[in-house]
Structures are given as structure tokens and as C-alpha cells.
């Protein structure tokens, strides 16, 4: 009995649809199996900087940008743990998957290129708005900090985990190692968040560094989610969604490209 062409394979239509959720769904689940390591403890991270900047500074700082300085600083605390934990999340599935040698059970499915950067980008995304709507309900209850314009402050969450989470899943690709993934992690990811004023006004700088600090992502990121908590800016939050819609495109494709040539990914 001969079998058709339309009978042995499988047809899933421009998009599979079923292989992207299963996908996005176990990089869900695989960080959700863990909360507490995942959820619980970036928030009690987050509340331990709250905590000791306004011990160690404590109530006598001058307002910044016409608000309490714990006000200002808060809203950087929840985006640098939005990012860390974005990345974190798509760059450890990554590396793990490649040094365990089971990379194949993801390459082996009927996924293109772009099902699988938008499968790890949903894990990476969905922990990151957990992590912020976390931090959001304790900042809520313990600061009395509410979202002045929640859209905003959701879109660029959202941003934050997108690029961060795109950028995590490059850097997975990238490293063959773990001590080269946490070279990664300590001499770019750290320094892109702590370097991107979330513990300052950029207005306080010397104008050069002024300047350098508009070319970090991640500063329009920090910005663009304090316009939102507190409704003040160093910037235009449009501009902070063009510029990181831009970074997120650019690292997504740069990724896309990567998985689509199995640099690294295939013998």
C-alpha cells in the first residue's frame, strides 16, 4: 500500500500552533515548578535593596525629580529584577538544554526558527511580568505605591522581558559553558542594569555619561516603568518604547538568525 505525500507528513499550516504553546507552556511550567527560587526570592531580593538604601541614606535625602528617593528608586528595583530574571530565564534553559545534550528535543520538533525564539521569549516574558506584579502588589501594600499609568508600566515590563529574554536566549547560544555564561552575565547584564539609572537621575550626571546613558536600552526600560509607577521621566516614554521596541527587534533577529543557522546548536 502506498502512502500519499499528504498522508506521511504532517501538515501544521504557516504556524504551528500547537508546538509554539507546548513550548512556551514547558518554559513556563519550568520555572513556575521552582516559585520560590523564581518568584519569592527576586521579591525578597528587591525589599532587601529598598531596605538597605533607606537605611543607608535614610529620610534625609532631598527629593529626586520633585519625589521621595525611595519613591524614585522603586520603580528601577522591580525593572532591574524584571530583567535579570527575563534573562536569566531564557539563558539558563539554553545552556542547560546544551550542556546536558538534550538541545535536540528541541531542534528535532516541527518548529521554525521563529517558533522557537517566540516559545523561550514567552517563558522569559510571563516570568517577567509575574515578577513585576509581585513586586507591584508589596510595593503597594508597603510603600503605597500605586501605578500612575498602569498601560505604560505593563508595556514597557513587558519590553523589558521581551528584550531581556531575547538577549538571554543569544547569550545562551553564544556560551558552550556555564563559566562563560556567567562571564556574560557579569560584565554586561549587570552592568546594563546598574549603569541605566536605576539608583539615580541621569540629570545628575556629567553630560558625557548624560549621553552614553541614552545609548543603554536599559535606562529607557528604568525610565519608561517610573513614568508609569510614579509618572516622572528623564525622558519621553515614546521615545523609550522606540527605542526599546528597536533593541528588542534588533537582538530577536540577530537570534533568530542564530537558531536558524544552528550556530552552536547543531554538530
Given at each position: 500500500?502506498?502512502?500519499?505525500a499528504?498522508?506521511?507528513?504532517?501538515?501544521?499550516?504557516?504556524?504551528?500552533?500547537?508546538?509554539?504553546?507546548?513550548?512556551?507552556?514547558?518554559?513556563?511550567?519550568?520555572?513556575?515548578?521552582?516559585?520560590?527560587?523564581?518568584?519569592?526570592?527576586?521579591?525578597?531580593?528587591?525589599?532587601?535593596?529598598?531596605?538597605?538604601?533607606?537605611?543607608?541614606?535614610?529620610?534625609?535625602?532631598?527629593?529626586?525629580?520633585?519625589?521621595?528617593?525611595?519613591?524614585?528608586?522603586?520603580?528601577?528595583?522591580m525593572?532591574?529584577?524584571?530583567?535579570?530574571?527575563a534573562?536569566?530565564?531564557?539563558?539558563?534553559?539554553?545552556?542547560?538544554?546544551?550542556?546536558?545534550?538534550?538541545?535536540?528535543?528541541?531542534?528535532?520538533?516541527?518548529?521554525?526558527?521563529?517558533?522557537?525564539?517566540?516559545?523561550?521569549?514567552?517563558?522569559?516574558?510571563?516570568?517577567?511580568?509575574?515578577?513585576?506584579?509581585?513586586?507591584?502588589?508589596?510595593?503597594?501594600?508597603?510603600?503605597?505605591?500605586?501605578?500612575?499609568?498602569?498601560?505604560?508600566?505593563?508595556?514597557?515590563?513587558?519590553?523589558?522581558?521581551?528584550?531581556?529574554?531575547?538577549?538571554?536566549?543569544?547569550?545562551?547560544?553564544?556560551?558552550?559553558?556555564?563559566?562563560?555564561?556567567?562571564?556574560?552575565?557579569?560584565?554586561?547584564?549587570?552592568?546594563?542594569?546598574?549603569?541605566?539609572?536605576?539608583?539615580?537621575?541621569?540629570?545628575?550626571l556629567?553630560?558625557?555619561?548624560?549621553?552614553?546613558?541614552?545609548?543603554?536600552?536599559v535606562f529607557?526600560?528604568?525610565?519608561?516603568?517610573?513614568?508609569?509607577?510614579?509618572?516622572?521621566?528623564?525622558?519621553?516614554?515614546?521615545?523609550?518604547?522606540?527605542?526599546?521596541?528597536?533593541?528588542?527587534?534588533?537582538v530577536?533577529?540577530?537570534?533568530?538568525?542564530?537558531?536558524?543557522?544552528?550556530?552552536?546548536?547543531?554538530?
Amino acid at each position: 500500500m502506498q502512502i500519499s505525500a499528504d498522508q506521511s507528513e504532517r501538515r501544521f499550516g504557516t504556524v504551528n500552533w500547537m508546538g509554539l504553546y507546548t513550548l512556551a507552556q514547558r518554559e513556563t511550567l519550568r520555572f513556575l515548578a521552582v516559585w520560590t527560587q523564581t518568584l519569592l526570592a527576586p521579591l525578597v531580593t528587591a525589599g532587601l535593596f529598598l531596605l538597605i538604601f533607606n537605611i543607608a541614606i535614610g529620610p534625609g535625602r532631598p527629593d529626586v525629580m520633585g519625589v521621595p528617593f525611595l519613591t524614585f528608586l522603586a520603580p528601577g528595583i522591580m525593572m532591574m529584577t524584571v530583567i535579570q530574571n527575563a534573562f536569566a530565564n531564557t539563558s539558563s534553559s539554553m545552556v542547560i538544554a546544551k550542556v546536558q545534550g538534550n538541545i535536540v528535543d528541541t531542534l528535532m520538533p516541527p518548529l521554525s526558527p521563529l517558533e522557537i525564539l517566540l516559545g523561550y521569549l514567552a517563558g522569559g516574558v510571563a516570568r517577567g511580568v509575574l515578577i513585576a506584579c509581585v513586586v507591584a502588589v508589596a510595593l503597594a501594600l508597603v510603600l503605597g505605591i500605586y501605578p500612575r499609568n498602569p498601560l505604560f508600566a505593563l508595556l514597557f515590563v513587558v519590553l523589558g522581558g521581551a528584550f531581556m529574554g531575547a538577549l538571554g536566549l543569544f547569550a545562551g547560544i553564544f556560551a558552550n559553558k556555564f563559566d562563560q555564561m556567567a562571564a556574560i552575565t557579569n560584565f554586561i547584564v549587570t552592568p546594563l542594569a546598574f549603569l541605566s539609572g536605576t539608583f539615580y537621575s541621569v540629570q545628575a550626571l556629567p553630560p558625557i555619561l548624560n549621553r552614553v546613558s541614552h545609548v543603554n536600552p536599559v535606562f529607557y526600560l528604568i525610565d519608561g516603568l517610573r513614568y508609569g509607577m510614579i509618572g516622572v521621566s528623564d525622558s519621553s516614554p515614546w521615545l523609550g518604547i522606540a527605542v526599546c521596541t528597536g533593541a528588542t527587534l534588533l537582538v530577536g533577529a540577530l537570534t533568530w538568525q542564530m537558531l536558524r543557522t544552528g550556530y552552536r546548536l547543531k554538530a
